[in-house]
């Protein structure tokens, strides 16, 4: 009888700057069990996992993850450039200013992703998900919602061979910007003509 091998998943939720604490939590993590078991090289976390989901800023650890990017280089970029990729964060807390200013027309949007598409260049690189894939045998899940279509779509790695190859192109970068930011800059224009995601 062919010995079964358990199915790791790690999933990854959303929250905007709240991500610097799942790479805080798993940094912390990954430290204590090196320490615990005396290892003195840093673990692999990504390698622990089959497959890692993860939504909105979520999908960016989980990229981060998958392409073997350090975590303490993925919690840098939160606590560097917070305040660039997520602006106007004091204000949304504000009463009005915040639900009806600042969240209804969307400031500060189109700054923090051209801030954030840098900055995930300068992380990532242009790796795909089916070059993660092949070269750390790593899968990845990307929630989102098609809002044209009222439907959710997941970007996937084709880690079955009867799933279509339609997501391996795609760039681990794309995928961490398929989310609010994208909603606000193209909804109006793009109505029309493209299709506009946002993180679940």
């Not at 939590?25 to 005396?38: D, I, K, M, Q, V």
């Not at 949304?92 to 500060?108: A, C, D």
């Not at 899940?141 to 779509?153: E, F, G, K, Q, Y």
Request: proline share 3%.
């Amino acid at each position: 009888m062919e010995k079964s091998h358990p199915f790791r998943v790690l999933c990854l939720d959303g929250g905007g700057m709240r991500g610097v604490y799942q790479t805080t939590y798993l940094n912390t993590f990954t430290e204590r069990l090196c320490a615990s078991t005396g290892r003195s090289n840093e673990i692999d976390i990504g390698r622990s996992f089959n497959l890692i989901v993860g939504t909105s800023t979520g999908g960016i650890v989980a990229c981060a993850l998958a392409a073997g990017i350090p975590l303490a280089e993925v919690r840098k970029l939160y606590v560097e450039h917070g305040q660039q990729i997520f602006p106007y964060q004091l204000a949304r807390s504000l009463p009005f200013i915040g639900n009806w200013i600042v969240r209804f027309l969307g400031l500060g949007l189109h700054r923090g992703n051209a801030a954030l598409r840098s900055v995930l260049i300068d992380t990532l690189g242009y790796s795909t998900i089916g070059s993660v894939y092949a070269d750390r045998g790593i899968a990845l899940a990307i929630p989102t919602v098609d809002l044209n279509r009222h439907a959710a779509v997941v970007f996937k790695t084709q880690h079955l061979q009867r799933l279509n190859k339609r997501d391996n192109t795609r760039t681990l970068v794309l995928l961490c910007q398929i989310d609010l930011f994208d909603f606000f800059q193209d909804t109006y224009p793009a109505a029309s003509c493209g299709v506009v995601y946002l993180s679940a």
